[in-house]
């Protein structure tokens, strides 16, 4: 494999399908860095950085691995259930959904479902965080330690992984690009982690919104592994146009706060001259 990297470095395909790969698996890996975010900031204070750190590193070291196993990645779209249904077909002949389920489908659905649990689980607790003592909640009781928390990192982990890696089986033949995409990506995740896990943390209703999205791409995840295949790109310019909204929210909020403590300041300024000229 390192034989071919320096010839690689005089081919302008290479870099293109290199930085074009770079992007994708940093767009993918929004998804996975918002739930370890959340997730993290359920932990206490001093756990919270580790544990971003072990899950974002957990999910290199299973890129990696999925990538040298790149034969048996590739193997996971051959079908290994069929129940025989099949939607009606397209416009471009392609059904709308299918039940020839593959490896790789079977892991999207359960990632999702498991994704839609936990989303629809968070959302309970942040509308209603009084404890109801039911079977579930004594259950989650437990996850918030250290431990279960990268255990839940871990699953999701092995689902994003495996839709990352298929992508860049998708964009390119060379897998050093491979490599070298997946490390640039989880560098950037790295990075990116502490700021928005304390952005998340600082906005509750950012919260919401992230906890939207993750119920968004849960059921994403369903629909691919039933063959609905949803274009990538109109994901995430919904969410985009929702962070959007958000953002001119917070901004309309802190312009409306700033009013607020410009007006008490001024209000206290006339009752302290009404105090100092009592003739007045």
Do not use: C
Not at 110 to 116: D, M
Not at 189 to 215: H, Q, R, Y
């Amino acid at each position: 494999m390192f034989d071919s990297i320096i010839p690689l470095f005089s081919d302008p395909a290479a870099w293109a399908a290199l930085v074009t790969l770079v992007v994708m698996e940093v767009v993918l890996g929004i998804d996975n860095l918002v739930f370890i975010s959340i997730l993290s900031n359920k932990l206490p204070p001093e756990q919270r950085q580790r544990t971003r750190r072990i899950g974002i590193g957990l999910a290199l070291i299973m890129r990696l691995a999925l990538l040298m196993t790149i034969g048996w990645i590739v193997g996971l779209t051959a079908p290994v259930i069929d129940l025989g249904l099949v939607g009606p077909l397209g416009e471009h002949g392609e059904p709308a959904f299918e039940t020839a389920f593959s490896w790789r489908d079977l892991i999207l659905i359960a990632g999702g479902l498991f994704l839609v649990w936990k989303a629809t689980k968070e959302v309970h607790h942040a509308v209603d965080p009084k404890p109801t003592h039911d079977v579930m909640d004594a259950k989650n009781a437990v996850i918030n330690n250290m431990g279960a928390a990268i255990f839940q990192i871990i699953l999701l982990d092995l689902v994003f992984s495996i839709d990352s890696i298929l992508t860049a089986v998708g964009m390119t033949d060379h897998i050093p690009i491979m490599v070298v995409a997946v490390i640039a990506a989880v560098t950037v995740m790295l990075l990116a982690a502490d700021p928005l896990a304390n952005f998340i943390e600082k906005n509750p209703t950012v919260v919401m919104l992230a906890l939207g999205f993750l119920l968004m791409i849960g059921a994403v995840l369903i629909a691919d592994g039933f063959g609905v295949h949803v274009p990538k790109g109109y994901i995430y310019a919904a969410m985009a146009f929702s962070a959007l909204v958000e953002a001119l929210n917070m901004w309309g909020r802190a312009g409306a706060e700033r009013k607020a403590r410009a007006e008490e300041a001024r209000q206290a300024e006339l009752n302290r001259r009404e105090t100092a000229e009592p003739g007045v």
